[in-house]
T-cell receptor, first 116, second 115 residues
Framework: AQSVSQHNHHVILSEAASLELGCNYSYGGTVNLFWYVQYPGQHLQLLLK??????LVKGIKGFEAEFIKSKFSFNLRKPSVQWSDTAEYFCAVNAWRGSTLGRLYFGRGTQLTVWP | DGGITQSPKYLFRKEGQNVTLSCEQNLNHDAMYWYRQDPGQGLRLIYY???????QKGDIAEGYSVSREKKESFPLTVTSAQKNPTAFYLC??????????????FGPGTRLTVT
């Protein structure tokens, strides 16, 4: 089975600091990669996704992520965080096996707290 | 307004009782999923269904059951056999993978407390 590792369980930053959240996965084939965000009291929603093409993908609210195939990584970044970015962030992966796309696997999540 | 609805938002039950959580979607998605979210454990897949009248076990199916009689509905029953049922339950849906598109859309969740 695949696994998804998010190494940072809780990150605390001050506003305007830069953010990088790590995500590594275990599957060696073709993958689709996602970052989801869960703001306090809100639905889990898609932040950004990678299917193919440019490994640097941009999402909502100024977030971006870079797919590095050789490192099996899909780290999330934001140059300057805001208090409103306080949320839990989940990395997720699914893998193609031939012409079949498998189910989604989620990491354990990273709680980001931004102090004003 | 398209989306996924889960009801109720909060649910309380006594130990030993079965309880059914509702999930409805009007996105015309074929695939639906149930996840359990516990602090520090991320989302764990309980059951999923890629088409009506068919479903598969996820990673933690023991103590749960589902049905998929209609495309828009995927109810989850938490049975008395589930040893630790208190959790936040999330329902999701997606189109089947076509041309690489496979993002999942999530409902607001149901917080179940069993005492």
């Amino acid at each position: 089975a695949q696994s998804v590792s998010q190494h940072n369980h809780h990150v605390i930053l001050s506003e305007a600091a830069s953010l990088e959240l790590g995500c590594n996965y275990s599957y060696g084939g073709t993958v689709n990669l996602f970052w989801y965000v869960q703001y306090p009291g809100q639905h889990l929603q898609l932040l950004l996704k990678y299917f193919s093409g440019d490994p640097l993908v941009k999402g909502i609210k100024g977030f971006e992520a870079e797919f590095i195939k050789s490192k099996f990584s899909f780290n999330l970044r934001k140059p300057s965080v805001q208090w409103s970015d306080t949320a839990e962030y989940f990395c997720a992966v699914n893998a193609w096996r031939g012409s079949t796309l498998g189910r989604l696997y989620f990491g354990r999540g990273t709680q980001l707290t931004v102090w004003p | 307004d398209g989306g996924i609805t889960q009801s109720p938002k909060y649910l309380f039950r006594k130990e030993g009782q079965n309880v059914t959580l509702s999930c409805e979607q009007n996105l015309n998605h074929d695939a639906m999923y149930w996840y359990r979210q516990d602090p520090g454990q991320g989302l764990r897949l309980i059951y999923y269904s890629q088409i009506v009248n068919d479903f598969q076990k996820g990673d933690i199916a023991e103590g749960y059951s589902v049905s998929r009689e209609k495309k828009e509905s995927f109810p989850l029953t938490v049975t008395s056999a589930q040893k630790n049922p208190t959790a936040f339950y999330l329902c999701a849906s997606s189109h089947p993978p076509l041309g690489g598109s496979y993002e999942q859309y999530f409902g607001p969740g149901t917080r179940l407390t069993v005492t």
